[in-house]
């Protein structure tokens, strides 16, 4: 117990030294560990979070000090990810290879991080091995500080739902299949909240399956955050005779606009405000229908969860309430996808306009165009690319390469563009430019709707459009109001466009969120350096408990595994400790 303390002690000094002695502190506990379920009716094995599937929500206000502890007991490594918050100053605790060394089964490994300037709906996974397509999973919730107003009226309630396809095959054996040279196929449904169908249907839904119930008052206003943590399939989100007022995603509030249905693709959130305005005569159908696929043939991959109001005088019944009708044509999606325009007269995290940065004017530094192709075989092993790179993880993950200067654990010659060559699998990453303003240029070539996301930064969707880009296209832009957010879809045989704003140093994942394009190899990282910075003002330092790998695996000291008495009773000392520590602080400023 007394070395255990004594780390908690170390661990004082660290997160009081690195983080704003008045901001305060949030501690949360996450034990992964797999789990039997039948959310489609066949029992099967998933990954939990504290036993919960899915994992419990991360609540949290903006500016908070969040220390999470998590507990490894799968039965291989582990990472967790943030997807969206943007780890300001601290890539090392970003949850991806390229940043992180993984966690060993067994083991557990403590972040901490600050959710700095964020507001908005978020969700965490596990990112390693397409462990997300088991669960492991959760929402985390970023409010605003009480002195922020909404650009809206405070919601009666907040609702959290949670979308994704769905196979009755766990990760591994999805992982078999892509490593087979086999693509994973139609999944076999889409869950709500971790549950399968409502039987709306006796021919397409067997008995038995546990459904989705949201409990609602009549004249109530909910937010309603919605998170698409699937595999790969683009879901049209709807509630039966309700709009969906569009107020935020992920992280900026919109324009409000209402919405019968809308389009949500893999790794995007967003909130709804719904007002529950119906006679409750029967409940509501909620549905989450795949998008630009075979209808009838996918008829039965269909989620479907059940609105009751409190007033309701009966069940729902009847068909499900139309998804939009075109679904081999993309451009109703994608104009929908345009209308999305961010609110420039609200606040965000601070007291400030969010969309008073001009960037339309800003002068472009970079052009990335990343070209994305259907999978191919390279040395015999299915790969999928970005300009004609398959990216494999470094062994020893990049920012610890630098510090500890370990040669060839990467590459920093990712092409600008396409070259004209053969696919090869490779560690390339960008060597992008601190407080440089980039311009990507995502360029579908592939045969499905992809996702793009990067972690570290939210990013001004400008444009989007069908065939190959050019610079022609730049007419098109929006340059005074776009969308900003963290996951963008690009559809297949088109573009899309998006600018950055290079101001976060460290080192970067960007990928497809599509899971098996991303275990193929379709990702990079963008490695930003600040020169002049040598006393830790835009980079914080490598945290005291860094794992190490590959060929700082000799720096590895092997984990002594407390009681959980010990470790509760010492993280209780810690969390005491922490907040005479910030009072004391704060008092003195």
């Known amino acids: 117990m007394g070395a255990f303390c004594l780390l908690n002690w170390i661990c004082i000094g660290l997160v009081v030294g690195v983080c704003l002695a008045a901001d305060p502190f949030a501690y949360f506990d996450m034990e992964l560990s797999y789990i039997t ?97 088991s669960g492991g999973f959760g929402p985390f919730v970023v409010m605003n500080r009480k002195i922020i107003s909404l650009p809206f009226d405070t919601p009666d309630g907040e609702i959290v739902i949670m979308i994704g396809d769905w196979y009755t095959r766990n990760h591994t054996a999805l992982r078999k299949a892509l490593d087979n040279g086999k693509e994973l196929g139609m999944p076999d449904g889409v869950l709500i909240n971790g549950k399968g169908p409502y039987r709306y249907n006796t021919t397409l839904v067997p008995d038995g399956i546990e459904h989705e119930t949201i409990n609602v008052h009549p004249g109530k206003t909910y937010r309603i955050r919605v998170h698409n943590v699937g595999v790969s399939t683009c879901l049209n989100f709807r509630i039966q005779s309700h709009n969906l007022l569009l107020a935020e995603t992920e992280g900026y509030y919109t324009s409000q606009q209402n919405y019968t249905s809308l389009d949500i693709h893999v790794g995007q959130s967003y909130s709804f405000l719904v007002t529950m305005d119906q006679n409750a005569s029967s409940d509501y159908y909620i549905v989450a229908s795949a998008r630009f696929v075979n209808q009838s043939h996918w008829q039965r991959v269909t989620g479907v969860a ?144 992809q996702t793009f996301h990067l972690d570290g930064y939210s990013f001004f969707v400008v444009g989007m459009g069908y065939g190959e880009w050019t610079e022609n296209n730049r007419g098109s832009y929006n340059k005074w109001d776009a969308i900003s957010r963290s996951t963008v879809q690009v559809f297949a045989g088109g573009w899309t466009a998006v600018y950055v704003s290079l101001d976060n140093v460290g080192v970067w994942n960007l990928r497809t969120e599509n899971l098996d394009r991303w275990y193929l190899g379709q990702e990079t990282y963008m490695r930003i ?42 993280s209780k000392l810690f969390i005491i400790l922490i907040a005479v520590f910030s009072t004391m602080i704060t008092g003195l400023s």
Not at 341 to 364: D, L
Not at 541 to 565: F, H, T, W
């Open 306 to 449: 059940i609105l009751h109001y409190s007033n309701s005088k009966g069940k729902a019944a009847g068909p499900l309430p139309d998804p939009p009708n075109d679904a081999y044509d993309t451009s109703y999606s994608l104009n929908q996808a345009m209308s999305i325009r961010q609110n420039v007269s609200a606040s965000g995290a601070r007291p400030n306009p969010q969309g008073s940065f001009h960037y339309g004017s800003i002068n472009v530094t970079d052009v990335y165009v990343l070209k994305s192709l259907p999978p191919v075989r390279i040395n015999g092993k299915l790969r999928a690319t970005y300009n004609g790179i398959s990216f494999v993880n470094p062994d020893t993950p990049v920012r610890l390469a630098d510090v500890y200067r370990v040669k060839g654990a990467y590459k920093l010659d990712f092409p600008s563009k396409p070259l004209d060559r053969s696919p090869r699998v490779d560690r390339s990453i960008i060597n992008a430019t601190y407080k440089g303003f980039i311009e990507i240029i995502l360029q579908n070539n592939d045969t499905i709707v």
């Open 37 to 133: 379920a039948s959310p489609l009716g066949v029992p099967q094995q998933v990954i939990a979070v504290n036993g919960k599937f899915p994992g419990p929500v991360i609540n949290v206000t903006t500016n908070y000090n969040v220390v999470v502890n998590v507990k490894n007991k799968l039965d291989e490594d582990l990472l967790m990810t943030w997807s969206g918050i943007q780890m300001r100053r601290s890539s090392w605790q970003d949850g991806v290879l390229g940043t992180n060394c993984p966690i060993p089964p067994k083991w557990n490994w403590t972040y901490q991080f600050q959710v700095k300037d964020q507001i908005g709906s978020f969700f965490y996974y596990p990112s390693l091995n397409m462990q997300r397509a």
């Open 529 to 570: 350096i600040n020169p002049e910075d040598h006393n830790n003002k835009t980079e914080l330092p490598v945290p005291d408990n860094a794992l190490y790998c590959g060929a700082l695996s000799r720096m590895q000291k092997p984990q002594k595994i407390s009681s959980e008495s010990t470790v509760l009773a010492c």
